[in-house]
C-alpha cells in the first residue's frame, strides 16, 4: 500500500477490544488511531489511558494517539507507558509548543502537531523542524462521522509545500471525514497517512476499504 491507513478505533465496540484488533491485525492498516478527548478542548469526552492500554496488549501496529485534550504536558511519559507509539497534541492546546514537543521526542516517542480547520498553516514555521507529523484536521475535532471540510486539501497542499522545503522527513496526517472518494485528492496534496472512523467501520467489509485507502 502507499499511503499509512489509521482506522480510527472511536467508532469500534470497547466491549471487544481483543475481537476488533486482531480484526485489523489481519487487516494492511498500519497503525491504530486512538482519539483521546477529554471535554474542556473538545466538546465530547471519549476514552483515556486505560484503553489505550488494552489495545496495546493485542497489536503490535503503531498506536497513533491523537490527544484532544487541553494541558498534555503532565500525561506525556503516562501516554509513553501505555504504549503510545506517536504522540499528537494539537497546537491550539499547547502554549508552550516547542517544549512539549520536545518532552514527547525524549519520551521515546514520534511528536505530532494537529491543526483545527481554522487554524492556518504558517503557525507552523517555526515548529516545523521539530516534528515527526502534522495532523490537518479535515472536520472540527471532537465527533466521528462530520463532514469533510474540502479546503484541508488546499492546507494539506500548503504543509507538503513548507515541509519540502525546510523539513523533508516530516509526514502529513489527515483526520476527519476521508473517504475513498476524497481520498486521492488527500494523497495528491501530499498526505501520507489517512486517519478513517467511519468509512472503515460503516463499510460492508472494512478490510477492503482499507486496502482502497491505502491504494488512494
Ligand atoms: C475526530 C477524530 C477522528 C474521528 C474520525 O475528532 O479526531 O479521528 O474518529 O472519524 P471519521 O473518519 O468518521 O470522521
Ligand atoms: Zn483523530
Same mark, same amino acid.
Request: no cysteine; hydrophobic share 45%; glycine share 12%.
Given at each position: 500500500m502507499k499511503n499509512i491507513v489509521a482506522p480510527s478505533l472511536?467508532?469500534?465496540d470497547f466491549s471487544r477490544i481483543k475481537e476488533e484488533s486482531e480484526r485489523l491485525n489481519a487487516s494492511a492498516a498500519q497503525w491504530f488511531h486512538l482519539d483521546v478527548m477529554d %471535554? +474542556? =478542548? +473538545?466538546p465530547n469526552i471519549s476514552f483515556g489511558l486505560p484503553i489505550i492500554e488494552a489495545f496495546r496488549k493485542h497489536t #503490535?501496529? +503503531? *498506536?497513533d494517539v491523537h490527544a484532544m485534550i487541553a494541558n498534555p504536558d503532565p500525561y506525556i511519559n503516562d501516554f509513553k507507558s501505555v504504549g503510545a507509539d506517536i504522540l499528537t497534541v494539537h497546537y491550539e492546546a499547547c502554549t508552550h509548543l516547542h517544549r512539549t514537543v520536545d518532552a514527547i521526542k525524549k519520551a521515546g516517542m514520534k511528536a505530532g502537531v494537529a491543526l483545527n $480547520?481554522? #487554524? $492556518?498553516?504558517? *503557525? *507552523?514555521m517555526e515548529i516545523i523542524h521539530d516534528v515527526d507529523m502534522v495532523l490537518i484536521m479535515s +472536520?472540527? $475535532? %471532537? =465527533? %466521528?462521522g462530520q463532514k469533510f471540510i474540502e479546503h484541508s486539501v488546499k492546507k494539506v497542499r500548503a504543509v507538503k509545500a513548507m515541509i519540502d522545503e525546510f523539513a523533508p522527513d516530516v509526514l502529513i496526517e489527515v483526520d476527519g471525514g476521508v473517504t475513498v472518494e476524497n481520498a486521492p485528492r488527500l494523497v495528491a496534496a501530499g498526505a501520507q497517512a489517512l486517519v478513517a472512523g467511519s468509512t472503515v467501520y460503516k463499510s460492508a467489509d472494512p478490510l477492503k476499504t482499507i486496502k482502497a485507502l491505502g491504494n488512494a
Open positions: 472511536l467508532s469500534s %471535554g +474542556v =478542548f +473538545v #503490535t501496529k +503503531v *498506536l $480547520p481554522h #487554524t $492556518p498553516v504558517s *503557525l *507552523l +472536520v472540527n $475535532p %471532537g =465527533f %466521528g
